[in-house]
């Protein structure tokens, strides 16, 4: 670097204004997998077959500065929506930036949508969840039909002759993005439609009906007329809807084109024009008359529908997760490389805290999120209980805490951080998205409360769960044992049902930490979160070790 008296003599010389100095640079070709300290701690715990080297391969390329150049492509030119080709004629087409293209062959040539249901790979839904954490860490938007895709398989199995046809097609590993019959595709992707203008999360009050055009039942075939208020990737091959047919709110698979080879009446009306996940085109759509199988019992599409929804909200989890992983890592890469006051921002106390604080809120939720995946992969009854809550709860908290955790990280870049050609700002507008899919927060909560009345056994396997950590922190135990009282007086339930998800939250956290976690990294959590909470990153009490906390953050570069 050159020193301050070699910068004057240059500038007395006329030959420039200034030299570029003290700033950091892209954080690029990097290995997301080996750079991640507490990624590769959690697989040990849940996955310790699993393919590391795999593993690591895909995390150098999702860290490598031509992917990270799709995310950014991807949401520069936004989807474009064309209702007719040039001669008239209908087409309801939504054209993508090539970018968006490769990051969907990436997932989907890698089977982030298929790895659980293929029977190739143990642990299957932890080692997923690793990949798909990577994955969303370069862009967000792509996930919504990968997950879709992936969560569809529990839904589309209740149908036998629906799940002959399609799930071969689902679950290959390959991309075929063209606008074609899904009968003469090898692969395809699923979306989904379920609310409606006047209903939103509270879809029995749907609208739209569905009309048996020969027998009733599942997997026959139905006419469906009404709309749907949001319907995510609009290109996927098929949805799943929710419709009112003769029997009730039933299910059904609607795809582009019907099986006679015509085009579906599934008319597209507008492109949304959303704050974050830009990338990913969300659109209102008209059914008119279109042609779709019931996919589960008649009158029992909301329980269908729900094996899916139960997958996507576990994805909001992972896809959170990620970007508060990319959020702290740039964030440090930054501090690491910009001084201030003669001394590395990341060497300075206070930096130090927050920066710490930031990882915490990863730490915490990492161990969430695979702690969840572990429960998929073990498919038990006491697993399906602890998952029945830790879905709700996990999407609750996780999704709920990224929007400022987020704010907080970019805040670490100063003014750089709020420059469009830099990720935060995406990372930033991403942040509120999966909070508010899948069921808003008070959906979650109240999805917890109706958990406890109708089985109240989860109560008792989400406890059994966090007694397995008893004695370790008397601070814990005492908040553990105050769970428990608030829990058995559910008088005013819905009111204080925030304060009860939160805390279960963070006693579930706190629980694993202690277990499977690090011993500084779940002191820490403790403290700052149960001891001594706080609103505001970066108040850490005294005692914690941030800059050992710091350092897990990117372990090969601070």
């Known amino acids: 670097m050159k020193t301050q008296k070699d910068i004057a003599q240059a500038a ?3 030959s420039h204004t200034h030299e570029v100095f003290n700033q950091s640079d892209a954080l690029e070709n990097t290995n997301l997998f080996e750079e991640d300290r507490a990624l590769r701690e959690w697989l040990s715990s849940y996955a310790p077959a699993a393919d590391r080297l ?6 150098q390329r999702c860290g490598s500065a031509e992917v990270i150049g799709w995310g950014f492509d991807a949401n520069e030119f936004k989807p474009q929506f064309d209702s007719h080709d040039r001669f008239g ?14 990051l969907m ?12 249901w293929d029977g190739s790979t143990a642990n299957a839904h932890v080692q997923r969840a690793a990949y798909s954490y990577m994955q969303s860490q370069v862009e967000a938007g792509h996930g919504c039909p990968l997950t879709m895709t992936f969560a569809a398989v529990p839904t589309l199995k209740l149908t036998p002759s629906v799940a002959e046809e399609w799930l071969p097609k689902v679950l290959n590993r390959s991309y075929e993005p063209a606008n074609k019959p899904y009968f003469d595709k090898q692969a395809v992707t699923i979306g989904m439609g379920m609310t409606e203008k006047q209903g939103g999360s509270d879809v029995r009050a749907n609208t739209s009906i569905a009309k048996a055009i020969g027998d009733r039942g599942p997997g026959e075939l139905y006419e469906l007329t009404g709309h749907k208020w949001f319907m995510s990737a609009p290109m996927c091959d098929a949805f799943l809807m929710l419709a009112q047919s003769e029997g009730g709110l039933s299910c ?47 009158g029992r599409g909301v329980p269908a529908i729900i094996e899916m929804v139960a997958l996507t909200r576990f994805d909001c989890m992972v896809g959170s997760t990620g970007g508060q992983r990319q959020a702290v890592a740039q964030a440090a890469h930054h501090a690491s490389l910009r001084k201030a006051f003669g001394k590395r921002l990341i060497d300075q106390p206070l930096m130090q805290n927050v920066l710490a604080d930031l990882q915490l809120e990863v730490e915490g939720s990492l161990a969430m999120t695979m702690r969840m995946a572990a429960a998929l992969d073990a498919d038990t009854p006491e697993e399906k209980l ?29 003014g750089n951080g709020v420059i469009e050609n830099c990720i935060m700002p995406r990372l930033y507008r991403e942040a509120p998205i999966n909070a508010i899919w899948e069921g808003s927060g008070n959906i979650q909560a109240l999805d917890v409360l109706r958990a406890f009345a109708k089985s109240p056994e989860v109560c008792d396997r ?14 814990l135990d005492q908040h553990i044992a105050a769970l428990k009282q608030e829990l058995s007086d559910l008088s005013h339930a819905e009111y204080r049902a925030r304060h009860l998800v939160e805390q279960m939250a963070l006693c579930f956290q706190s629980a694993l ?46």
């Not at 004629?89 to 490769?102: E, I, K, L, N, T």
């Not at 507008?270 to 990338?279: D, F, T």
């Not at 002191?523 to 800059?547: K, M, Q, T």
């Open 54 to 59: 795999g593993l690591s391969a895909y995390g």
């Open 462 to 475: 989400w406890f059994a769960e966090l007694a397995l950590a008893e004695g370790r922190s008397a601070v």
């Open 513 to 558: 930490l202690l277990l499977h976690g690090n011993e500084n990294v779940a002191e820490a959590f403790i403290a700052s979160r149960l001891e001594r909470p706080h609103s505001v990153y970066g108040c850490l009490p005294l005692g914690c070790d941030a800059a050992y906390i710091v350092d897990r953050i990117l372990p090969n570069r601070l």
């Open 105 to 116: 062959d990436m997932a989907l040539s890698q089977g982030i949508h298929a790895m659980p």
């Open 386 to 414: 602890l998952l029945r809550m830790g879905s709700a709860v996990g999407k609750f908290w996780i999704c709920k805490r990224t929007p400022n955790h987020a704010y907080e990280a970019m805040e670490c870049l100063g």
């Open 12 to 14: 007395e010389s006329g």
């Open 89 to 102: 004629h209908r087409v309801d087409q939504v054209r993508f930036h090539p970018a968006y293209h490769q």
């Open 252 to 298: 059904f698979l609607v795809p582009r084109w019907r099986p006679d080879g015509e085009k579906n009446s599934l008319f597209v009306q507008r492109l949304k024009n959303k704050m974050g996940n830009v990338s990913n085109a969300s659109s209102e759509v008209e059914m008119r008359g279109a042609q779709g199988w019931m996919v589960g019992e008649e």
